[in-house]
Structure formats: C-alpha cells, structure tokens
C-alpha cells in the first residue's frame, strides 16, 4: 500500500498546475487606452441651429431649392467734381460707370443664351441714389439696367 499511496502522491506533484498571468494581457489594455485617449479629436459639443423650414402653401410644400428673391441693390454716390461712383451690395466687383454696369448686368442674368448667370430677367433690382446725385445719372442707373434686360427695377427711397 504504500507503494500505492506514493504513486498517487508523485502523479499528483507531477501534473502541471495551470494558471493564467493577466499581467501582459493587463498592460496591452491600459497602453490602447492611452493610444486612443491621446490620437482621440474630441469634436465640439452638439448646438442648437435655427432652422428655417419652408412654409407649405395650400397643402403642398414649396421648391426648398429656390433663392431668395432678394433685390440687387445698386448704390449711386456722389462723387468729386459732379461724377457718380456706383455700388454694388455683395461680393461683385465694382464697376467704373454705366457702361461697365450693364455689361456687369448682361454678363450674370439668366436666360437660354447664359445658363450659368444669377440673376433671372425678373430679379428685383433697386437703384439707391444717395441725396445729392444727379436726377440724370439716377436715370442713366436705370437705363443700364434696363439695357441689360432686366423687367424689375425700381428706386430705393431717400431715408
């Protein structure tokens, strides 16, 4: 018996004890949290935008694509010696005189010949004379858009 009991007490030393070392496993975790924390871009906080919607008409909604039909406003400002200087509002470039005004004009309406123009024939257009322009370079505005082909064109009122 007893050769018995020191063979069981052999073959229980001599079988492999398992056990799991969770340190490497442990550190490959913490070293990916720290990659990701630090490549991370932590995006702005969400914020509120006012959102126009567009109002339905008689049940049907209305083109979202279509502008605004704000008016292109042109500026006459007295210059020296009686001339006129002439404004544009927005990012167009400025012209020089009438002429280069309705060419500015004919160069951006919309129609079958130019379909890359802004502006469609019936855009509104205001000419806005300051207080001390001419009646006549007033008028001489609106021929030169009138000349370009535009059908909406009316004058601002002096404040």
Not at 44 to 61: I, M, N, T
Request: no cysteine; glycine share 6%; proline share 9%.
């Amino acid at each position: 018996m007893s050769e018995r009991g020191t063979s069981k007490a052999i073959s229980r030393r001599a079988r492999p004890q398992m056990s799991l070392n969770l340190t490497p496993m442990i550190d490959v975790v913490f070293q990916l949290l720290v990659y990701f924390l630090v490549s991370t871009n932590f995006a702005q906080g969400e914020q509120v935008y006012r959102v126009d919607l567009p109002e339905r008409k008689d049940g049907a909604a209305s083109d979202p694509f279509r502008l605004d039909e704000e008016p292109l406003r042109i500026e006459l400002l007295p210059a020296a010696e009686g001339a006129v200087a002439i404004r544009l509002d927005g990012p167009w470039p400025q012209p020089g005189d009438f002429a280069s005004l309705e060419e500015f004009l004919r160069s951006r309406r919309l129609d079958a010949d130019q379909p890359q123009g802004l502006f469609a024939p019936d855009h509104p257009i205001v000419v806005a004379p300051a207080g001390k322009v001419r009646w006549d370079q007033t008028v001489d505005a609106f021929n030169a858009v009138v000349r370009a082909g535009f059908t909406h064109v009316s004058f601002a009122e002096l404040p």
